[in-house]
């Protein structure tokens, strides 16, 4: 069964710098599968902040950032602000047109 | 601006079957470059995407393993709709439940979201 890894939690201090990555437990990610990454407050559906690896939805701020780092894909949150914190989750694109959400990260800033 | 607007009971009964509706506006269903897409919500299972139906020449459908024994999505184009169809229910399958438009692997338009619990 395909299962695509996410850190559960991370924090981050205002202003700092942090990565958060997205695996999959059956190899490495690429540009390929299309990764996609959510922000999600409670009670509300998530928020497409990136699509197709690195590129920003409209009025995303430009702090936040996507990639391929090794054989993950990665969201880069630049200068993390209080309201950052918030669920965040990839989706990867897989063979067999399907699609696989990641299990989440939970990030504080603190 | 595309508008997607879910209906359906928010309690099922154990055993029976989930039905829910997204209403399009804004699109239709049978956009050749649009996915039609069903998603559901717990705490214990995080985002769980269910299934799709895609139009491209003709209609296509597409499941998640882990529900693809239950799962029907079935596209109205005169209602300019899609549905789900999740049988035999368990109170595993209570989640909140997410129709959204995915088009060029862009996931841009949601619905509302509707809360199905399954429960005698």
């Known amino acids: 069964q395909t299962v695509v890894t996410q850190e559960p939690s991370f924090s981050v201090s205002p202003g700092g710098t942090i990565t958060l990555t997205c695996g999959l437990n059956?190899?490495?990610?690429?540009?390929?599968?299309?990764p996609s990454w959510f922000q999600q407050t409670p009670g509300q559906p998530p928020r497409t902040l990136i699509h197709?690896?690195?590129s920003r939805s409209s009025g995303v701020p430009d702090r936040f950032s996507g990639s391929i780092l090794g054989n993950k894909a990665a969201l880069t949150i630049t200068g993390a602000q209080a309201d950052d914190e918030s669920d965040y989750y990839c989706l990867l694109y897989l063979p067999g047109d399907i699609w696989v959400f990641g299990e989440g990260t939970k990030l504080t800033v603190l | 601006q595309v508008h997607l607007q879910q209906s359906g009971p928010g309690l099922v009964k154990p055993s029976q079957t989930l039905s829910l509706t997204c209403a399009i506006s804004?699109?239709?269903?049978?956009?050749?470059?649009?996915?039609w897409n069903w998603i559901r919500q717990s705490p214990s299972r995080g985002l769980e995407w269910l299934g799709a139906?895609?139009?491209?020449?003709?209609?296509?459908?597409y499941y998640a393993e882990s529900v693809k024994s239950r799962i029907v999505i079935n596209a109205d184009t005169s209602r300019n709709q899609f549905s789900l169809q999740l049988n035999s229910v368990t109170p595993e399958d209570t989640a909140v439940y997410y129709c959204a438009r995915d088009r060029y692997w862009k996931y841009d338009y949601w619905g509302q979201g509707t809360l199905v619990t399954v429960s005698s």
């Open positions: 804004g699109d239709s269903v049978s956009d050749n470059y649009a996915g």
């Open positions: 197709n690896t690195n």
């Open positions: 139906t895609r139009f491209r020449s003709r209609w296509n459908t």
């Open positions: 059956s190899g490495s990610v690429s540009s390929s599968y299309f």
